[in-house]
């Protein structure tokens, strides 16, 4: 299709675009065993002890757990909430279902200090005359408005690639709608369900604008713990053992996400 110079060409553009990429996540890697505090180039030598101080560090393990508990609550939501709203597009006719699925996909296209502001206006305004203060459960609501989109998208490709034979099939034989749901849906659809869980729960952990928006005082994720520490010296190292481990743990959802979402038959998990 291309000739020789142009395959070259493309090659060499694709090389420098995940250069740029994955470089810079390769030296944060590396500083993570950088045994010079201030990250000397290049390194002096190598030492763990910043991954001994990263595990000790007690503010470090609150702010991922808090993280954790987020991204959980958040992806449980999105997983109720965005498959009912694909099967509703995806399975019957109704008017105003085409204007249903742009509101849903809207909040991730929205920048995420517009939607923070949004949940912010909407907390001053109506959420706190009714005495409930700013905390965690916030937080899973501003994260659950992104992460209904990837699982609604990924359920929506999957219920529109296996149409709705399998279905017919089944009512035809005698089975009701619950028995349908369990026997013949579930198993077809659960790649697409846990793939669009994994994203959204790796949406949702590493998001800090939002965030930023709907924490209460004393709610700190790890994203914003490491934002609050970047300026301070001695939290250097620590972060950079945070973000290594971050990276690391990034590529298994990811991974899985992809192969996932690539099965076609939709019954593998």
């Known amino acids: 299709m291309f000739s020789g110079p142009t395959r070259w060409v493309l090659r060499i553009v694709a090389i420098l675009g995940l250069a740029?990429?994955?470089?810079?996540?390769?030296?944060?890697?590396?500083?993570?065993?950088?045994?010079?505090?201030?990250?000397?180039?290049?390194?002096p030598g190598f030492t763990t002890r910043w991954w001994t101080s990263a595990w000790d560090n007690e503010a470090a393990r609150s702010a991922l757990w808090t993280s954790v508990q987020v991204g959980l609550w958040a992806t449980v939501v999105a997983l109720v909430l965005g498959t009912m709203v694909a099967f509703a597009v995806g399975r019957f006719q109704f008017f105003g279902?085409?204007?249903?699925?742009?509101?849903?996909?809207?909040?991730?296209?929205?920048?995420?200090?517009?939607?923070?502001i949004a949940l912010d206006s909407a907390y001053h305004?109506?959420?706190?005359?009714?005495?409930?203060?700013?905390?965690?459960?916030?937080?899973?609501?501003?994260?659950?408005?992104?992460?209904?989109?990837?699982?609604?998208?990924?359920?929506?490709?999957?219920?529109?690639?296996?149409?709705?034979?399998?279905?017919?099939?089944?009512?035809?034989?005698?089975?009701?709608?619950?028995?349908?749901?369990?026997?013949v849906t579930l198993p077809l659809v659960r790649s697409a369900l846990f793939a669009g869980g994994l994203l959204a729960f790796a949406l949702s952990f590493d998001e800090i604008i939002v965030t930023t928006f709907t924490a209460g005082p004393g709610v700190t994720t790890l994203p914003i713990w490491i934002f609050a520490n970047l300026s301070r010296p001695n939290q250097a190292p620590v972060i950079n053992v945070v973000a290594a481990v971050l990276i690391v743990l990034s590529i298994i959802p990811i991974y899985v996400a992809q192969r996932l979402s690539a099965d076609s038959g939709g019954g593998r998990l």
């Open 20 to 43: 740029v990429i994955y470089v810079p996540l390769g030296i944060v890697l590396l500083n993570s065993f950088n045994s010079d505090r201030t990250f000397a180039w290049p390194p």
């Open 125 to 183: 305004s109506v959420i706190q005359p009714l005495g409930i203060q700013k905390g965690v459960f916030w937080v899973v609501v501003g994260h659950a408005t992104f992460c209904v989109v990837v699982v609604y998208n990924n359920m929506l490709a999957r219920l529109r690639r296996l149409g709705g034979g399998f279905q017919d099939a089944s009512a035809d034989l005698g089975a009701g709608p619950v028995q349908t749901f369990r026997y």
């Open 97 to 116: 279902r085409n204007a249903i699925s742009l509101l849903v996909v809207l909040p991730i296209a929205l920048p995420g200090i517009v939607t923070g």
